[in-house]
């Protein structure tokens, strides 16, 4: 391989660093999304939902506290913190999770389909060195060593081009990975933390459970309603 690249020239080896930092930068946002990011959302949301629901906010932040990795535990900590506030200031906290959690997600990833392309214009520019050297070898070359020339150039030519396609294919395939694993996060973000502030905002209404929405047909009233008490003869009507 190290010889492959020594025939390509200088911009070979340019593109050979390219490769690595692709590599490097993969690895570190598959990491970040697939594995320190990544945890069970539903049991996790769940729970939460659950405390919220049962006015124990402070075992909520608490929980949410534990997963300090997790960019979605901590928006809904920054969320929480504020719900013993007015709506206004919970839709506030909403939008400044959002926005403290958002780049956690998005950071550097764009480099990838930028380096892609580089290595594309890299290996277009290896391409064009490789035929000025084999025009030069045409113009300018003693007879005796034109042949060579000429082969070395149109060598030149050919390993930049496969160096820089091989290095934005992959590169291009891994960020459309990434991507749609990032949107995912993203829009799961949006949606979770919406209904938690949609539940905190709506706490004020009494519990809508099972026995207050449809109450036991067989259940006794502890009390009868007191009969109205008719107005006195010489009250007015209001």
Sequence with gaps: MFSFIAQSGVVGWVIFCTGIVVI???I????????????????FTNKIQ???LSKKIDEAIVTCAQLKDKPLANAYKGILEKADRDDETIFQ?????????VPL??????YLSMLANVATLLGLLGTIHGLILSFQAVAQADPALKQTMLATGIAVSMYTTALGL???IPSMVIFSFLTSRQNHLLQE???????LTETLTSSHISGLDKNHVFPSANATPSHTPAAPVPPATNSKAS
């Design 24 to 26: 490097g930068l993969a």
């Design 93 to 101: 906290a909403q939008d400044i999770a959002m926005a403290e959690t």
């Design 166 to 168: 091989a290095v934005a």
């Design 189 to 195: 973000l949006s949606e979770k933390c919406s209904k």
């Design 50 to 52: 659950s405390l919220v």
């Design 105 to 110: 997600y998005t950071r550097r990833l764009h």
């Design 28 to 43: 570190e946002r598959i990491r970040a999304l697939y594995f320190t990011y990544g945890m069970n959302v539903d049991a």
